[in-house]
């Protein structure tokens, strides 16, 4: 106990040495130089989902990328080694993805926050090599006093742009430019073995494209080069109400085949005043829609579409005119079509004012047992009638988002997973079941365990009988991983054993649990 007070990390050291031992190339604690590694915090055992809890033995807050690659290449130096690392952005991971049991959580935000621009020419692309660990947001307000901004995005910007990158990255802009891990030119990447390497579509390519969408199993992504474009001044942002889920599904659609026209679109479901009011909190128009929402027996349930026009001012658009020409081939309800112009910053950075409106009333450090699915076109009716029977339209507190994408602006040389294509179908759906549960308002542990039940049901019935697949997946087991990749399994596999051979990376997805930790991750 006097040693761990004096010497803190001297100490961690030399408990991590005991788990590793016996080791090759590491004789001394000492041998790992002034690494920042530092007894466990609260913020490494939890996460924005507010469901499971797995403290770490330590936590590396790194100065650079050589501080990972250390600490990488000292565990991987032990063929017996049994400590797990895990890196963290934002923590805004549902199911303890980032978490890392009787491991190392490494604090991504702890990096330098590098940003560097090269403005292109005419004929040149733009481009910003950040650091892993920055946030979204703080890239954006850069870049925009240069006038651009990278192509895709995702709904909340306060994600480090390693962590969204490990997933995929989407938003209202993926079906025109694709999600995020499509609009990335190199990386510079910590593999499982701590070598540190820079790659690209050109240059150790299985690297690069495996850390796409990777979810963390393959390497840490410490710096990414970003494609940028202009940016607009002002958006011209649009919302259209429908009581008809096919009428709105095919407007979504015939957006999103013009995207000559069209820079965004989305949509959510209307189950309840709750629902409706939540979302418009960042939509500065007074909407005058008033619906009948009828009674708990009897629910009339409306959906909503939102798209924005971006308004480069200085090219003399006339975007009331772009508007009026798209709303017209548009089949919403008659007069329920509200619009508003606001700043690129102000729409991007939307959601940020929803946080800010449910963290004054206590509601956003709760439980958040989300779903998000990939759905194909041709199942997306009956996965409709799936989650209207597992879900109270009265009672449910959230939102429930739901727009089309394109499957070929994704490239399928990258780890992330999409619905098996059963048809020619270029579209599928995003879905995502974004629900709060707060302790404190009625939904104690029963109810959480309740309403995760109810998401599994939705996933395991929509992955078998519609082909649909996880987004920001969690599975119980292999198995279900298994089922996950599919086809995708054994090249998934084998970049695991190339680029993680010792299984230290990324324990809190529990794709690979060791014979010791299976049983903690499987809850």
């Not at 010497?7 to 090759?24: A, E, G, Q, T």
């Not at 055992?45 to 330590?58: E, K, N, Q, T, Y």
């Not at 651009?148 to 990158?165: I, K």
């Not at 999103?256 to 005043?273: Q, T």
């Amino acid at each position: 106990m006097e040693v761990a007070m004096l010497c803190p990390r001297v100490s961690l050291l030399i408990l991590i040495l005991s788990l590793c031992s016996p080791y090759k190339f590491i004789q001394s604690p000492m041998d790992l130089g002034p690494l920042n590694l530092l007894p466990t915090t609260t913020t490494a055992s939890s996460d924005f989902g507010r469901i499971l809890f797995h403290s770490p033995v330590a936590v590396l807050k790194p100065e650079s990328s050589r501080d990972i690659s250390l600490l990488l290449s000292f565990l991987s130096g032990s063929s017996l080694s049994k400590v797990t690392v895990a890196a963290r952005g934002a923590g805004h991971s549902i199911h303890g993805q980032a978490q890392a049991l009787d491991g190392i959580v490494v604090e991504m935000c702890s990096l330098p926050a590098e940003i560097e621009f090269y403005k292109g020419g005419e004929a040149e692309i733009s481009y910003v090599d950040v650091s892993g660990g920055v946030m979204w947001i703080d890239l954006l307000e850069q870049s925009l006093k240069l006038g651009l901004a990278p192509r895709s995005w995702t709904d909340y910007l306060y994600l480090t742009v390693g962590g969204t990158l490990s997933n995929a990255g989407i938003s209202g802009q993926t079906f025109k430019h694709g999600p995020q891990i499509s609009n990335v030119l190199q990386l510079e990447v910590v593999t499982g073995q701590g070598e540190i390497v820079t790659c690209s579509p050109s240059k150790d390519a299985d690297l690069f494209n495996a850390v796409l969408g990777g979810l963390g199993q393959f390497g840490i992504i410490t710096r990414a080069r970003i494609l940028l474009q202009e940016a607009p001044q002002k958006v011209k942002w649009v919302r259209a109400f429908y009581d008809d889920f096919s009428t709105f599904t095919k407007d979504q659609e015939l957006l999103i085949s013009m995207p000559d026209l069209v820079d965004y679109v989305e949509g959510f479901i209307v189950l309840n005043e709750q629902s409706l009011h939540s979302s418009s909190i960042a939509f500065p128009a007074n909407m005058g829609f008033n619906p009948d929402f009828g009674t708990k027996n009897s629910p009339n349930i409306y959906y909503c579409i939102e798209f924005a026009v971006h308004d480069y001012q200085h090219k003399n658009t006339n975007v009331e005119r772009v508007v009026e020409v798209i709303s017209r081939q548009m089949r919403h309800m008659v007069s329920q079509l509200y619009s508003v112009e606001v700043s690129y910053f102000d729409f991007l950075n939307r959601v940020r004012m929803e946080e800010m409106s449910l963290r004054s009333i206590g509601l956003w450090e709760v439980h958040h047992p989300w779903l998000n699915m990939f759905v194909p076109k041709a199942g997306i009716n009956d996965f409709r009638d799936l989650l209207m029977d597992n879900v109270s339209p009265d009672s449910f507190e959230g939102l429930i988002l739901i727009y089309p994408l394109l499957r070929d602006k994704w490239d399928t040389n990258t780890s992330a997973v999409l619905p098996d294509s059963g048809s020619t179908d270029r579209v599928m759906y995003v879905v995502g079941i974004l629900r709060s549960a707060n302790p404190e308002g009625g939904c104690s542990h029963h109810c959480l365990q309740e309403l995760l039940r109810r998401h599994r049901h939705i996933a395991d019935a929509a992955g078998a009988h519609l082909g649909a697949k996880q987004y920001l997946a969690h599975h119980p087991t292999p198995s279900g991983w298994h089922q996950h990749f599919g086809r995708q399994w054994e090249r998934f596999a084998e970049r695991k054993t190339r680029f993680d051979p010792l299984l230290i990376l990324g324990p809190g997805q529990g794709i690979f649990p060791r014979s010791d930790d299976s049983a903690a991750y499987g809850s």
